[in-house]
């Protein structure tokens, strides 16, 4: 089976240096400076020890795609979604595929305009992993999960087969009956973790045990559930348990991707925060703690903006 990862950042370079040492026929779709990079250095991922594994790749950009592709896995940023489709079009046959594994919901609806939805599958991909400006791959936990399902109906064989060439050493993948309420379960799970946490800098557990820092926690989970419900994808009581055990957790050192990289001064994509805020004011929701993690993340990028001139 052809792949081709359009993206080869923290989660499309994870997900296709597993395939790759599993022998899988991977190729990378980027931009000419992220294939320079990966040309001259590798795909390069830094366990938790600091040791560094280096896999060599094929990279290209689009003026060099040439036939289609059995799978197409979108690993870009939701903003960069429009301009990925385009730039992987001549790679699209009549039995391709395509595998989203973006955060949040929109993008589907531009996948499933473009190409109908039996082309499309949703994807979950749960990983901790961070890429560091000069194009390392932090390796917060070892291993990768990746769920896929169909938009429309129940599994097919294209699915199931497809989730058996993914399924390799270091990155399971499976099969969703309901793949879309998987996707906001894990948009759930981003949102609640990242409004707290961007907003008051701390890691989980630290806030929890901060007096006050549950209720924050809580009221953050609150709002995202609430536009989860009007949005037609009410969070099942036990997932609402499960993230609000995680939000409060007082020994917890989690701290999501976007809590990493401002901390460590990185830009934040903060492109599933903004949807999640767009969702809410198209149902006349109040959201102040998330609009207030969007107006922190926006000063931590008119800051770095300003430092770097």
Not at 141 to 148: D, F, K, N, S, V
């Amino acid at each position: 089976m052809r792949i081709l990862i359009v993206g080869a950042g923290a989660t499309g370079g994870y997900l296709g240096a597993k395939l790759l040492a599993a022998q899988r026929d991977v190729t990378f779709l980027v931009r000419d400076a992220a294939k320079e990079r990966l040309n001259r250095d590798g795909l390069r991922i830094r366990a938790s020890d600091g040791s560094v594994q280096t896999t060599a790749v094929h990279a290209l950009t689009r003026s060099a795609l040439q036939g289609s592709f059995d799978a197409i896995i979108v690993a870009v940023r939701a903003a960069a979604v429009a301009g990925a489709l385009d730039d992987c079009a001549a790679a699209v046959g009549d039995q391709t595929a395509f595998l989203p594994v973006v955060n949040g919901i929109g993008h589907l609806d531009l996948l499933r305009d473009r190409y109908g939805a039996g082309h499309v599958c949703g994807g979950v991909a749960t990983l901790a992993v961070s890429m560091d400006l000069d194009g390392v791959l932090d390796e917060v936990r070892p291993g990768a999960t990746l769920e896929i399902g169909p938009l429309e109906g129940g599994p097919t064989e294209r699915i199931a087969s497809l989730a058996k060439c993914l399924d390799v050493d270091g990155l399971r993948a499976i099969v969703s009956d309901d793949i879309v309420a998987a996707m906001w379960c894990k948009f759930a799970f981003i949102t609640s973790m990242a409004i707290p946490t961007c907003l008051l800098r701390r890691r989980i557990g630290p806030i929890a045990r901060t007096p006050g820092g549950r209720r924050v926690a809580e009221a953050a989970l609150a709002e995202v559930a609430a536009v989860a419900a009007a949005d037609g994808y009410a969070l099942t009581e036990t997932a609402h348990a499960n993230l609000r055990a995680k939000l409060t957790d007082t020994e917890s050192m989690f701290g999501p991707s976007m809590y990493r990289d401002l901390v460590a001064g990185r830009p934040v994509e903060t492109d599933v925060l903004a949807e999640l805020a767009d969702r809410a004011r198209r149902h006349d929701l109040t959201t102040p703690l998330l609009d207030a993690t969007l107006v922190t993340l926006a000063l931590h990028h008119a800051e770095g903006q300003a430092t770097s001139r």
